[in-house]
């Protein structure tokens, strides 16, 4: 686990989590959610016999549409406040679990059908090939992979890590905890050299901005094979 999500998630543990949550209050982004829910049943083909495990969920936007739906659905998050948010949503199924630290098995003791993680853009490339072979490992065969990144196209001012990840470190204007977060952006090619291996792409586009191209959005599908 690299030395900037840890200071990612002391962020959150040290008033970033609540304030991230009453700031979902004042904008509740209602369309974005449902664009990710009709990607989410798109990708399932809207069949609910499959296990969906949400990694990083915050306040569990997403894992609480899907659980309504009647959808079996877990959702997790490493961040004490987040997960005491997400129970008060009155999600059901609820794990600690930081996915570059907690063995998956123990944790959860079954596989998943589909992983999501989404809006996790405080990993660098070591931390985010990590939580693909996690994913991998923690994935039934076929199993299917949602994940989305920030386009490295949008930030070409950012600065480049020794491993080769783009970032930086920032204060977003709206926000009041005056401590700068790191931010790691992806090109196509980090993306293909990140997930060659291990998954094959099932769907891919744009989305967010001006421009429609402020995040990749990937459904992967996890590879029988190793190649
Ligand atoms: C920007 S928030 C996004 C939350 C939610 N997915 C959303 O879209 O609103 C990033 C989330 O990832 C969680 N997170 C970051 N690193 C993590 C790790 N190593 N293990 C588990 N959760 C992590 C944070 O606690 C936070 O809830």
Redesign the pocket.
């Known amino acids: ?1 690299s030395e900037h ?1 840890i200071k ?2 002391n962020m ?1 543990n040290n008033g970033g ?1 609540i304030e ?1 949550i009453k700031h ?1 209050e004042i904008d509740p982004e209602t369309d974005k959610w449902d664009r990710l829910f009709k990607y989410v049943e798109n990708s399932l083909k809207k069949d609910k016999t499959k296990i969906i495990i ?9 894992a609480i549409k899907l659980q309504n739906a009647g959808y079996d659905v877990i959702s ?4 004490d406040v ?1 997960l005491d948010e997400e129970e008060k949503q009155g999600i059901k199924q609820i794990k600690k ?5 907690d063995n998956f098995n123990e944790v959860f003791d079954l596989k998943a059908d589909l992983i999501i ?7 660098d490339m070591d ?1 985010m090939k990590k939580l693909f072979n996690v994913v991998y490992d923690a994935l039934t065969d076929n199993g299917l992979f949602i994940i989305n990144f920030q386009n490295a196209e949008v930030h070409p001012d950012a600065k480049i890590l020794p491993n080769g990840t783009k970032y930086e470190y920032k204060i977003l204007p709206d926000k009041k905890t005056k401590e700068e977060r790191f931010y790691a952006y992806y090109s196509k090619e980090d993306i293909e050299q990140l997930r060659k291996d291990l998954f094959d792409i099932e769907e891919y586009h744009n989305e967010g901005g001006k421009e429609a191209k402020n995040w990749h959005v990937l459904t992967l599908k996890k590879n029988r094979i190793l190649h």
Do not use: C, Q
């Open positions: 686990m999500n990612t998630i959150y989590a991230y979902s949400e990694f990083g969920s915050g306040k569990g936007e997403i997790s998050d490493t961040v987040f679990y930081n996915f570059l630290v993680s989404w809006r996790n853009p405080h990993l931390d």
